[in-house]
């Protein structure tokens, strides 16, 4: 009999200890921080751009909205230029730095300027830009 209710107490224990387990292992880990929307716009809908020096380049779009281009490298000349092209790479919808790229002309032929990132600008910073870098 004695040998019957230590299997007993010890089958016991044994649910027991992990049934105090399962709860540490029923929880799901924690979520990860919501990350932003992307943020992308269609190339047929820039209107205007400005530039204040030869790394970034700030898009119009649509009406409203202000996209900050930063150049992976320097983009010669694109602060003077009249006018760029925006070569979008795969679709025209724009999305991330590697969907485009700036083309701007030169006294030596077209200079094609890798994009390394692209970001929404909100009100406040389009309307804190400089005057020349205001598209």
Partial sequence: MSLKIALATAATAGLMLTGAAAPVF???????????????????????????????????????????????????????????AINSRGS???????????????????QRCAVSKIRKLTVEEAKALPKHARP
Wanted: proline share 8%.
């Fill in 26 to 84: 029923a929880k799901s880990p924690e979520a990860p921080a919501a990350k932003t929307p992307r943020q992308c716009f269609w190339a047929r809908n820039i209107s205007s751009f400005a530039s204040n020096d030869d790394k970034v380049v700030n898009l119009r779009v649509g009406v409203r909205d202000v996209y900050q281009l930063e150049m992976l490298g320097r983009c010669p000349d694109v602060e003077w230029s009249q006018t760029i």
């Fill in 92 to 110: 025209s919808y724009i999305c991330t730095g590697l969907d485009a790229e700036v083309i701007a002309p030169s006294s030596i032929g077209p």
